[in-house]
């Protein structure tokens, strides 16, 4: 089995053991914190950051791709708590260009439970990879965007739109972008190792994605893109998020907004 660091509490002995076992074959490192009851009982850490030739560590960040859906929509549940956002009411009372296109009585909902009917960007918006970088682009793409299907009547995971849809409502309502509105209002006081637009300064603690298989897409342009530094820096809710594992940032969901938390992390 590989060599693990870290602790576990008594009676979680057994999760250490499959955890090393579960890692034996991965060329990279890797990391399991649980929390039960709000208390830490399991928090491991194995492996290495194979790209730059150094240990794992609890100290470790990484990108968490999808979960930074959840992150997003944890910060409009915020709102949704502190009486600022309504979720039955239309995009457009907070977004009004998002009314284009036959969108005007589209609601909040609809974002959050990915039946917008925008699951990507349309070929004519000329987005790709780097584009995702300019937040102001992609989502005046979104607002000018005509849905797939009738909204509502359908459901389709948004795997990359989701962040910069919700993310933008959140905007327009807090005056902040989602990233200083989860840092400000969640990650802070939280004291969370995670962000959404890693600052210059945690850069170095970053341990970047790769593959061994040669035509995996992590070793393509994705992969590079991935690896940037403007990207880590950059705010792509949807997909570079970046953070440990002990970042626990479920325990602050509403938990009088649950109903909507749909984020497909």
Not at 82 to 92: F, I, K, Q, T, Y
Request: a negative charge; aromatic letters at 8%.
């Amino acid at each position: 089995m590989s060599k693990v660091d870290g602790m576990v509490e008594d009676g979680f002995e057994t999760i250490r053991d499959a955890f090393a076992e579960a890692q034996v074959q991965d060329e990279g490192g890797a990391q399991l914190c649980i929390y039960r009851h709000g208390k830490r009982v399991v928090d491991l850490w194995t492996g290495r950051d194979k790209l730059n030739d150094r240990p794992y560590t609890a100290d470790t960040i990484s990108i968490i791709m999808s979960c930074g859906k959840g992150v997003t929509a944890t910060c409009a549940h915020l709102l949704v708590e502190r009486g600022l956002l309504d979720p039955d009411a239309p995009v457009a009372h907070y977004w009004p260009e998002f009314a284009a296109n036959g969108k005007a009585n589209m609601p909040v909902s609809y974002l959050l439970s990915h039946r917008a009917g925008l699951p990507g960007f349309s070929p004519e918006s000329g987005i790709a990879l780097n584009e995702l970088l300019d937040w102001n682009r992609c989502v005046t793409a979104l607002a000018e965007m005509k849905p797939l299907w009738t909204p509502g009547t359908a459901f389709m995971y948004h795997s990359l739109t989701y962040g910069y849809l919700v993310g933008e409502v959140i905007r327009r309502i807090s005056g902040k972008t989602v990233g200083r509105f989860f840092a400000e209002e969640v990650a802070g006081p939280l004291n969370l190792d995670l962000w959404i637009g890693l600052p210059e300064h945690e850069e170095h603690r970053v341990a970047p994605v790769f593959s061994s298989a040669p035509l995996d897409p992590v070793n393509t342009a994705m992969g590079q893109f991935l690896n940037r530094r403007e990207t880590h820096a950059a705010e792509i809710p949807s997909l570079n998020g970046i953070g440990n594992a002990r970042t626990h940032w479920q325990r602050c969901m509403p938990r009088s907004s649950a109903r909507w938390m749909v984020c497909g992390c």
